[in-house]
């Protein structure tokens, strides 16, 4: 859930997500779909129930362990019987319940004064044990009120990000409710220590919310978790106001997520929260830091649920810069309405071609070929900030080359700008599979350059040719593969993830110098 995570906190964040999905209910298919029930042995469900109870407890293994077994206990979820669902549905449990899902439930009633609430939110807090926060109440809003100034600095920041979430940019409200922690159409913060489990803060739905008869739901309502103090011991190198800004603004957005479609794809979830970060606190910029791991994936498909999601925050920014933050809140308002429901990206195809003439694999194309050379800003309004997209190789001029693709990824090559007329370059691929490249030259420097770009899109792959003239003025020439096929068969419970059909698609290539 939280994007911002501590030293060793990204995987056991990526598990949160997971298993508040998990605990909200079974892995539910698309419209038309399965959900693939008996994955699992009844006997096997159960071993790996009371192993994410271990975990989550914090019993003797890293985090990279709580976050495959909670993984397999999503997928395992369905076989259970109705007291293991009852054990899982307890890891999502509020503060106030035990265990909760970070595995340190308070130990100490509620503070007399707490909650204290605003016109959107109710912050909740302990004045004993480990989970209390500073009690200092000197240079608060309200001066001697009972309420501590961190509290108040938690509310402070809760209505900022809810003005620019909800106001600004347009996002539907929170789906209230009922009161569960406070007036029933506030959003609940709970202060907790958490930054031992190298959490800064994470948002989770309540358990017992999807069925409704019949009927599935998959608009829930939710709460958040912050952290008591975000000590520079557990949190080097930031602020505890900044932590506390960002963190709210990544994890409000989840919670408004969670009313939009609380089954989305784990990355459309994550890049867009860490996305939002960036709307709310432009000037903190926290999102750059998973730049260089993003840019080190280029062969993990955009659309899979790994470490790479945070830094996909670009493709939203990519977004952005051509069609307004609106498109984003878009894509999520019309994810159950998209084909089929749950797929993000449907919802973001449909989103599109809404906005105008494009669709998600031409965008995913343009995309690519503006992130070879995005340390220019041309296409990104922070490029100058990310980290150079290393070539993948070589392409001599002549010289036949194979490379092979999953969906949504691409290769840079780099081509010598040699004295000539022109350069083409040309691709056969497989029939059936969108497919793209583009041949990309920079002219001046990076930070201060532009690019010239070419680029052949085929929605049905065969062959690709694209040509860039007067190649000796540019510093720089990258060939770019481009895999944008979406193809799918179907989400697999077990995997986690679509089955997508078109991975592995090979790319014959050959440059050619025209002179």
Request: aromatic share 10%; net charge positive.
């Amino acid at each position: 859930m939280s994007a911002r995570l501590g030293r060793a906190g990204a995987a056991l964040s990526l598990t949160l997500l997971i298993a508040a999905q998990a605990a909200a209910a079974p892995p539910q298919p698309p419209a038309g779909g399965t959900a693939a029930k008996g994955a699992f042995p009844r006997q096997r469900a159960e071993r790996v129930l009371r192993r994410a109870e271990g975990l989550a407890a914090g019993k003797g293994a890293r985090r990279a362990d709580l976050t495959a077994a909670l993984m397999r206990l999503l997928r395992a979820y369905p076989a259970l019987g109705e007291a293991g669902r009852a054990r899982a549905d307890a890891l999502l449990a509020r503060p106030t319940d035990r265990p909760d899902p970070a595995g340190n439930p308070w130990s100490a009633p509620e503070a007399a004064a707490s909650p204290a609430c605003t016109a959107h939110f109710c912050v909740h807090w302990v004045d004993t044990s480990e989970d209390a926060p500073s009690l200092r109440d000197a240079n608060g809003i309200s001066d001697g009120d009972g309420v501590p100034d961190y509290v108040e600095l938690n509310q402070s920041a809760a209505e900022h990000v809810y003005a620019v979430e909800n106001r600004r940019l347009g996002w539907r409200p929170p789906k209230p409710d009922g009161g569960r922690g406070g007036p029933g159409g506030a959003t609940d913060i709970y202060i907790s220590d958490i930054g031992g489990l190298g959490l800064f803060g994470y948002a989770a739905p309540d358990p017992g919310q999807t069925s409704a008869g019949h009927r599935f739901r998959r608009s829930l309502f939710a709460y958040l978790v912050m952290d008591d103090d975000y000590s520079r011991r557990q949190f080097p190198g930031t602020t505890q106001a900044g932590d506390l800004e960002v963190t709210l603004a990544h994890e409000y957005n989840h919670v408004l997520q969670f009313a939009y479609d609380a089954f989305q794809d784990l990355w459309m979830a994550e890049s867009t929260a860490v996305w939002m970060e960036d709307q709310v606190y432009d000037d903190i910029n926290d999102y750059l830091r998973y730049m260089r791991r993003w840019a080190r994936r280029l062969t993990v498909p955009l659309t899979a649920n790994s470490i790479k999601v945070y830094g996909s925050a670009v493709w939203n920014h990519w977004l952005q810069r051509r069609y307004g933050a609106d498109l984003i809140r878009k894509a999520w308002a019309g994810a159950l309405k998209a084909r089929p429901a749950t797929f993000s990206v449907a919802a973001y195809d449909r989103a599109i071609r809404k906005a105008g003439s494009s669709d998600f694999g031409l965008d995913f194309a343009r995309f690519s070929a503006d992130a070879v050379e995005w340390r220019t800003d041309t296409a990104f309004a922070e490029g100058s900030s990310y980290p150079d997209l290393a070539r993948r190789g070589r392409l001599r001029f002549g010289s036949d080359m194979t490379r092979r693709l999953n969906h949504t990824t691409f290769i840079p090559l780099s081509i010598h700008p040699a004295a000539g007329r022109a350069i083409r370059l040309r691709a056969a691929v497989p029939h059936g599979t969108a497919a793209a490249i583009a041949l990309v030259g920079r002219i001046g420097s990076e930070r201060q350059g532009r690019t010239i770009s070419r680029i052949d899109f085929s929605p049905g792959g065969g062959a690709l040719s694209a040509v860039l003239a007067r190649p000796r003025r540019f510093e720089r020439i990258t060939a770019v593969l481009i895999n944008a096929d979406t193809s799918q068969r179907g989400f697999s419970a077990r995997k986690l993830d679509w089955r997508y059909t078109d991975n592995h698609i090979p790319f014959e290539v050959r440059a050619t110098l025209l002179r």
